[in-house]
Structures are given as structure tokens and as C-alpha cells.
């Protein structure tokens, strides 16, 4: 038998509100993350919230890959602009590890894969920048914040022939929509892979490293039988076997 791979998946931070512990500050990751993984045959390992890059190298080394997992949103600092009031909670604590992460992980050469924040924050990690808020600051957006059960497609994309999701979907697919802000300028070496009917990124790659990275929640899909969502994290085996 093949050793499975071993994929990380980076954490994220929030305060309890739970009696005895109210305030509590607490490292955790949605199910979904670790469910998905575990169904197409991986070990999903999560990744804590560590600055220091040392220590994390040590973490990396063991992985096959690392997945930028979804969360708040990033500090508009970051890419050199002040927030607008329609920006969301911000956290620079886990702002500042995804950056830490992703340097780490590209430095020793392992794939990255990003999804929803995970995307955005590889995006300014690679100098690009975000849109704050879609619906305010873009002319006929479509409705990308969806209200109806996390995991259920709610708006079509267009995939570029060219880009890693061709082989995955074909030219079009159904997503879910979880997401406020998006890309803007985009980072060093990323193209586009994919676009909502609004011109918004949903997808994105880079032309010369191993970085794949998606807006929407192909976990919550995977997680619920949606075989949308497990063919996404079957490319992702693949992609990283391939990579060797
Ligand atoms: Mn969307």
C-alpha cells in the first residue's frame, strides 16, 4: 500500500462563548476541511497558528501539501489600502501566519492550494489586491454572499480552457457563494482560472509554481456527497502525486 498523504490544513482563531469559558481564544477549522480530506484518502493534519516561520518549516516538511483554509477577512492594510466600512472583522494575528504560511510552504517547494480566504490571502501574500466588498464596488455583481444552506450551488462559472478546473468540470459548473470580497489585481506569476457571469475570480493559479486556489467552498460540498466537490479534492490528490 501507497503511504497516504499527508495534507495540511491551516487553522483559524476565534473567541469562545461558552459558559466558564467565554472569551477563550481558540485554534480550530470547520469539519468539513478534515471530512473532505479524509474521503478521497488523504490524512488531513492541522496546521496551528505560528508567526515564526522556523516552526513552521518544521510543520511543512512533513506535508505533502498545504491548503489556505477560509475565514475573515484580510487586513486591507495588507495590500495598502484602508478599510472601508463595509470591510469585516479583520484578525492580523491569523493574517499574519497565512503570510508566514505561505512563504514557508512555497519556499520548500510544496503545493498550495487556497480556498475562498485562502485564495485571497495567497493573492496578497503575492503582492496583488483584494476588492473589500463585492456587491458595493462592483457594477452588477451577482450575489455571492448566499443565504440558503452552506454547501448548496448557487451561481454558475465560466472555466478559462486554459486553467487547472478545464480537465476537473468542463467549461462551465455550479458553486456555492460564501464570500464578500474578492480578487483584484492579481499577484505576481497568478492568472485567472475561472469567473462568475459578474467578472468576479473564482478561481486562480500561478503560471510557475504549484498554487491552485478557488473562491468557493468545494469542502461543504464534498462534505454533504456533492460530487462536485469530492472530484475538486480527487484533483487535488492527483495534482500533488503528480508533483512528487
Ligand atoms: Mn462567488
Redesign the pocket.
Known sequence: MNKPLLIGVSANREFADFPHSTGLDRTYINSAYINALYRVGTIPVIIPILEDKDALACIVDQLDGVVLSGGSDVSPLRYGQQPIPQCGAIDPLVDAFNLALVETTLQRNKPLFGICRGMQIINVALGGTLIQDTTSQITHSIK?DQQTIPYAPT?EITIEPTGFLYPVYGSTTF?N?L?HQSLDRLGKGLFIAAK?SDG?I?AMQSQTQSIYAV??HPELMADHDDPNGLKFFKWMVDTIQMHG
Do not use: C, K
Open positions: 455571492h451561481h458553486v457563494s464570500h462568475s468576479v473564482e473562491q468557493w
